[in-house]
C-alpha cells in the first residue's frame, strides 16, 4: 500500500545544532507539506512544495528551510535549533490542489 | 478573529450516544470542507470530505455544510470507545492547496 513515512519518530536535540527531518510518500503526490503542531495554535504551515525543484514559505517559515529534489521525498532542515522549535512535525502530500491531504505520523522535536 | 473556529473540548459522552461536533468559519470563499481524526501520537486521518453545501454519509458518519450559516458538523452515530479521539475541521476555497485552514480541534472522548 502507498504510504507516506516521517522519521525519526522522536529526536532530541540541543540549541544550535542542524537538524533534518525525513518524510518520504510512495504515492507519486506532487504536493507535499510541513507543518508543526502545538497546543492552542492547531496546525500551521511551515514549507510546501508543488513538485521537483519547487519549494514555498508557509505561515512559520522562519528557521526552516526544504528541498525537493525527487518526488518522493522532501526534508525539513532547522538550520540551528531552538527552543521554540519544540513541537510535533507532520509532513502531508496530495496528488493536485484540491485533493486533502493525507498526513505521515509525525516527528516529535525537543530541542534543549 | 480567526478564519475557523471550533469549539476545544473536551468533550465526554457514554457509548452509544449521538455526538455532534461543529466549525464556524468567516471566509464566504470556502468550497471544500474536510474532517480529520486524530488518535494521540499519530497524524491526522481524513474521515470526510465534501465539496460545497450539503450532507454526506459514510457508515455511522454524517458531515454537514452549511454555507449560509458558514456552519460545518460531523455527527457520529452510535458511537464507540474506539472514535475516541480529536477531530479537526478544515477548509479552503479554489486557490493552491497551501490555503487550507484547520480548525484548533475538538478532543472526544467516549466512555463505555
Known amino acids: 500500500d502507498a504510504e507516506i513515512t516521517q522519521s525519526p519518530r522522536h529526536k532530541i536535540t540541543e540549541t544550535g545544532r542542524q537538524v533534518t527531518l525525513a518524510c518520504h510518500q510512495t504515492?507519486?503526490?506532487?504536493?507535499m507539506f510541513w507543518y508543526r503542531q502545538d497546543l492552542g495554535h492547531g496546525l500551521r504551515l511551515i514549507h510546501y512544495?508543488?513538485?521537483?525543484?519547487?519549494?514555498n514559505k508557509g505561515e512559520v517559515s522562519d528557521g526552516y528551510s526544504v528541498s525537493r529534489s525527487n518526488t518522493e521525498d522532501l526534508p525539513l532542515t532547522l538550520e540551528s535549533a531552538a527552543s521554540s522549535q519544540t513541537s510535533v512535525y507532520f509532513c502531508?502530500?496530495?496528488?493536485?490542489?484540491?485533493?486533502?491531504?493525507?498526513f505521515g505520523n509525525g516527528t516529535r522535536l525537543t530541542v534543549t | 478573529q480567526k478564519e475557523v473556529e471550533q469549539d476545544p473540548g473536551p468533550l465526554s459522552v457514554p457509548e452509544g450516544a449521538i455526538v455532534s461536533l461543529n466549525c464556524t468559519y468567516s471566509?464566504?470563499?470556502?468550497?471544500?470542507f474536510m474532517w480529520y481524526r486524530q488518535y494521540s501520537r499519530k497524524g491526522p486521518e481524513l474521515l470526510m470530505y465534501?465539496?460545497?453545501?450539503g450532507n454526506k454519509e459514510d457508515g455511522r458518519f454524517t458531515a454537514q455544510v452549511d454555507k449560509s450559516s458558514k456552519y460545518i458538523s460531523l455527527f457520529i452515530r452510535d458511537s464507540q470507545p474506539s472514535d475516541s479521539a480529536t477531530y479537526l475541521c478544515?477548509?479552503?476555497?479554489?486557490?493552491?492547496?497551501?490555503?487550507?485552514?484547520f480548525g484548533q480541534g475538538t478532543r472526544l472522548t467516549i466512555n463505555p
Open positions: 471566509n464566504s470563499a470556502f468550497q471544500y
Open positions: 465534501t465539496y460545497s453545501s
Open positions: 504515492w507519486n503526490h506532487n504536493n
Open positions: 502531508a502530500s496530495s496528488p493536485n490542489q484540491n485533493s486533502p491531504l493525507h
Open positions: 512544495s508543488y513538485g521537483v525543484h519547487d519549494t
Open positions: 478544515a477548509m479552503k476555497g479554489i486557490q493552491g492547496a497551501q490555503k487550507l485552514v
